[in-house]
């Protein structure tokens, strides 16, 4: 069983970073990244990385994301900065592992203006 837990969400001011860490239950995954989701929206893509280790960023977080991956700590980041009240949202961690879809239980980002 696969198993994500997210920490890193909470409350920070426009302009300001935060960190999202991913912890995997050590699992062989093909891909991994972040997806959010305000209320009443659709879930969008944020960041993704391979196993090979390319990146894909949404156009709207590009050169203020970065994720990147620690295959010691089976960990995968997501660096924010720059943050912007629009980037509010709760923040999924995704992980494709043997052509199944697994999901984290969310955190919380919020940036105030």
């Known amino acids: 069983q696969v198993q994500l837990v997210e920490s890193g969400g909470g409350l920070v001011q426009a302009g300001g970073s935060l960190r999202l860490s991913c912890a995997h239950s050590g699992s062989i995954f093909s891909i991994m990244g972040w997806y959010r989701q305000a209320p009443g929206k659709q879930r969008e893509l944020v960041a993704t990385?391979?196993?090979?280790?390319?990146?894909n960023y949404a156009d709207s977080v590009k050169g203020r994301f970065t994720i990147s991956r620690d295959n010691a700590k089976n960990t995968v980041y997501l660096q924010m900065s720059s943050l912007k009240p629009e980037d509010t949202n709760v923040y999924y961690c995704?992980?494709?592992?043997?052509?199944?879809?697994?999901w984290g239980q969310g955190t919380q980002v919020t940036v105030s203006s």
């Open positions: 990385i391979t196993r090979g280790g390319v990146t």
């Open positions: 995704y992980a494709r592992v043997s052509y199944s879809n697994y």
